[in-house]
């Protein structure tokens, strides 16, 4: 769990991070597309996710479904984007650092 403190470093640096998925109108939260959140997540630690309109899901639901499905951390939902977080087990690829 990350602190209130932590939680507003991660905003600071999301702020400046393009988006790197969206959800489109036929865009499903299943087991392909959470492996590539994955694989995103070990890569960066931190990513911004777009939903467009039409989509079955509000941005709500896609960062709890996806934050509970990869174990991460929701950062921020606004409007239509959500940050989600990830520490890297990895002491050697961890780039950010909010302890």
Same mark, same amino acid.
């Given at each position: 769990?990350?602190?209130?403190?932590?939680?507003?470093?991660?905003?600071?640096?999301?702020?400046?991070?393009?988006?790197?998925?969206?959800? &489109?109108?036929?865009?499903? #939260? *299943?087991?392909?597309?959470?492996?590539?959140?994955?694989?995103?997540?070990?890569?960066?630690?931190?990513?911004?996710?777009? +939903?467009?309109? &039409?989509? *079955?899901?509000?941005?709500?639901?896609?960062?709890?479904?996806?934050?509970?499905?990869? &174990?991460?951390? #929701? +950062?921020?939902?606004? &409007?239509?984007?959500? +940050?989600?977080?990830?520490?890297?087990? *990895?002491?050697?690829?961890?780039?950010? *650092?909010?302890?």
């Amino acid at each position: 769990m990350i602190t209130g403190k932590q939680r507003a470093r991660l905003r600071a640096i999301a702020n400046g991070c393009k988006t790197t998925f969206r959800f &489109g109108k036929s865009t499903e #939260i *299943d087991s392909p597309l959470v492996s590539e959140v994955e694989r995103a997540l070990s890569a960066r630690e931190l990513i911004k996710l777009r +939903v467009l309109n &039409g989509s *079955d899901y509000t941005a709500r639901e896609a960062a709890a479904e996806l934050s509970a499905r990869t &174990g991460s951390e #929701i +950062v921020q939902i606004i &409007g239509t984007r959500f +940050v989600l977080y990830k520490k890297s087990p *990895d002491p050697l690829k961890r780039k950010i *650092d909010i302890d």
